[in-house]
């Protein structure tokens, strides 16, 4: 006997959650306000409800903590329409405080979206790989560190931990590893930062990049890690 399982998140100030659904791209497909409110969006094939907020509840900032996931065959695609979506609306890209949308590195095979209730939205790829935390075993050194500061930072949007575990690789493993993992290392925390709007910190390890004199094919190498910064800065 088929069956199927549909998330029922907070609606908050209804009218204004559906619209917001409405700016990504769903289709408003009910929407009730007595004798309690419920609406209903759908896109894609998959729907969201939104059944009331808990009293005691206003459905501003971050209480619910609460969402579901969404399976997808190529997020990415996803995470350039709704940026999109949501500049033309807000005049910038959201990305702190409710609502928001989470940053998007090439490679990443998720990200969140949180409304204005502070209901969230997790876009999953399909054939995401399950994270192997402290690193791919098939690297070492510098470069496995790396690859665990991508899980907390991209999976996890944990970038305090992503920054200590870089800071503390670059200190065990900086005298042996290559110029590129150096790069994208520092390339990495100055992403953070800029995210974190530390414009100062940015500077310096920019510069701290220029100091290892990478040549052309290196440069080519970390040149999406760079591309990065500049998307965090904007």
């Known amino acids: ?9 907070w609606g908050g100030e209804l009218s204004e959650t559906l619209d917001f659904y409405r700016t990504l791209g769903y289709r408003v497909t009910y929407e009730m306000t007595r004798p309690y409110t419920y609406g209903m969006v759908e896109r894609d094939g ?12 206003n459905g501003k900032g971050e209480e619910a903590h609460i969402g579901c996931l969404v399976a997808v065959d190529d997020v990415e695609p996803w995470h350039a ?3 999109a979506a949501l500049r033309a609306r807000y005049g910038k890209i ?7 949308i989470t940053r998007f590195r090439p490679g990443q095979t998720r990200f969140s979206v ?3 209730v502070g209901n969230t939205i997790i876009y999953v790829q399909r054939d995401e790989p399950d994270p192997e935390y402290g690193g791919s075993k ?12 991508r899980i907390f930072r991209d999976s996890k949007t944990d970038d305090a931990t992503a920054a200590r575990a870089i800071e503390t690789g670059l200190r065990r493993h900086g005298a042996t590893a290559t110029p590129v993992e150096r790069a994208r290392a520092l390339a990495m925390l100055a992403e953070i930062a800029a995210a974190a709007g530390d414009s100062e910190r940015v500077t310096d ?8 004199g990478l040549g052309d094919r290196d440069r ?14 904007e």
Do not use: C, W
């Not at 390890?205 to 290892?212: S, V, W």
């Open 114 to 116: 949180v409304d204005p």
């Open 205 to 212: 390890l920019l510069a701290q990049i220029e100091e290892l």
């Open 81 to 83: 329409e709704f940026k």
């Open 138 to 149: 098939r690297l070492e050194g510098l470069a496995r560190v790396l690859d665990n500061a």
């Open 1 to 9: 006997m088929a069956a199927i399982s549909v998330p029922v998140l």
């Open 94 to 100: 959201p990305s702190k405080g409710v609502p928001r």
């Open 220 to 233: 080519a190498a970390i040149a999406d890690d760079l591309a990065a910064i500049a998307d965090a800065q």
């Open 46 to 57: 998959y729907q969201l409800h939104f059944g009331p907020t808990p009293k005691g509840m």
